[in-house]
């Protein structure tokens, strides 16, 4: 009966080519989406501060925008009608 029982470890074929690459790109996909993760989280310093204040107008005088306003067709106040009971 002890004949029988067959306890040596299973034969598991090497890995092919592909079944490396995909296991390789899923850890490296898992690591690239933890570092997003952590940048959106963590705080930037704002060292280049000084590069994005030489992109706006240096002009002493404030922008005007011009106003535009929707030409108004008609207004026509709603009807208040009775609730029916």
Do not use: W
């Not at 092919?16 to 959106?40: D, H, P």
């Not at 005007?64 to 029916?84: F, G, H, L, N, V």
Request: glycine share 2%; hydrophobic share 35%.
């Amino acid at each position: 009966m002890a004949a029988e029982l067959d306890f040596s470890p299973p034969e598991i074929p090497e890995p092919t080519f592909m079944e490396n690459v995909l296991r390789y790109g899923l850890f490296f996909g898992a690591i690239f989406q933890l570092i997003c993760v952590l940048a959106i989280i963590l705080p930037v310093s704002k060292s280049h501060k000084t590069d994005s204040d030489s992109f706006e107008p240096k002009n002493s005088e404030p922008v005007k925008k011009p106003k535009a306003t929707a030409p108004q067709i008609s207004k026509k106040p709603k009807k208040e009608t009775k609730k029916k009971r």
